[in-house]
């Protein structure tokens, strides 16, 4: 006997028509499973340890004092007559969101090879919920910084207030964005030739000393300004830099640059990242 069955589907799963093709509905139909994730991220972060959330202090605190001391008083090296501690601090602060939001991204693939064939959802939820879990400890580190500046505050130091506080949204939304495009560009590649995870490792420390981080711009040679200036990271910095303590080199060109170079590298990281994804399961 025949029986007609009907069926209603409320969801149909198509391969992409395009390497261009986002899939940006299907991302805020899975905003569930984004929240999730996050929350796996946070948890995991300190699950199983002594101190817990304490961890997300104890890091940014200790780097800086051991800046201080070894680039602050024994090396000498400029800070633009401000304190050392918060010119180290906010440096770290900024470096720390985009330097996760990069390495994370860039072992998206790898971290969770086990994941990608089992079950299906929208890939694109995978790294934009690292750099959302990113800002947590992002957070914690700004509030470090605007402690710090209450205690200096106090003991008489003045920093001017100026429009770049307002910049802070846009420049953090411009860490995370290029962090997301580099990690998203490497990730892609990984599926091919996995002996990059270990060159981000030790090249993302590299990339730091070509940043403004132990040292302001102001401090380098005329004749290297151009390669410093180059690495979008250094504006980012400055910016941050210039938003909270009001010295800084931050200009519209500098934003513009950034800006542009930032959107070109996220570009090619989702063109590149759609088209593993097509087959990755292959190849991981």
């Excluded at 201080?68 to 918060?86: C, N, R, Y």
């Excluded at 985009?98 to 994370?104: E, L």
């Excluded at 004749?223 to 910095?237: A, D, G, L, R, S």
Aim: hydrophobic residues 50%; aromatic residues 16%.
């Amino acid at each position: 006997m025949n029986q007609s069955i009907s069926e209603d589907w409320n969801l149909i799963i198509e391969p992409k028509k395009s390497l261009f093709q986002l899939n940006l509905r299907d991302v805020w139909i899975y905003r569930d499973l984004w929240a999730l994730l996050v929350k796996r991220d946070v948890v995991s972060f300190y699950k199983q340890t002594i101190l817990g959330p304490i961890w997300f202090f104890i890091q940014p605190i200790f780097t800086t004092v051991i800046y201080t001391f070894i680039f602050g008083k024994l090396a000498g090296i400029s800070t633009d007559e401000l304190p050392q501690p918060l010119f180290y601090m906010v440096g770290i602060t900024a470096w720390n969101y985009f330097a996760a939001c990069f390495t994370k991204t860039a072992s998206i693939f790898k971290d969770n090879e086990g994941l990608w064939g089992k079950v299906y959802f929208p890939r694109l939820v995978m790294p934009l919920s690292t750099i959302t879990s990113n800002l947590v400890s992002f957070g914690v580190q700004v509030l470090l910084i605007i402690l710090m500046m209450i205690y200096y505050f106090s003991i008489g130091t003045r920093f001017p207030l100026n429009a770049g506080i307002l910049l802070l949204p846009i420049f953090t939304l411009l860490m995370a964005l290029l962090g997301l495009g580099l990690g998203l560009i490497i990730t892609a590649l990984t599926t091919t030739y996995r002996d990059l995870i270990f060159l981000i490792q030790f090249g993302v420390q590299l990339l730091m000393y070509v940043t403004p981080i132990i040292y302001p711009l102001s401090s380098v040679p005329p004749k290297y300004h151009f390669i410093i200036e180059c690495n979008p990271m250094t504006h980012i910095i400055e910016g941050f830099r210039y938003a909270f303590l009001g010295k800084g080199a931050c200009s519209l060109f500098s934003i513009s640059y950034t800006t542009i170079l930032t959107f070109v590298i996220l570009g090619i990281g989702l063109i590149l990242f759609n088209k593993a994804e097509r087959t990755f399961v292959d190849t991981i």
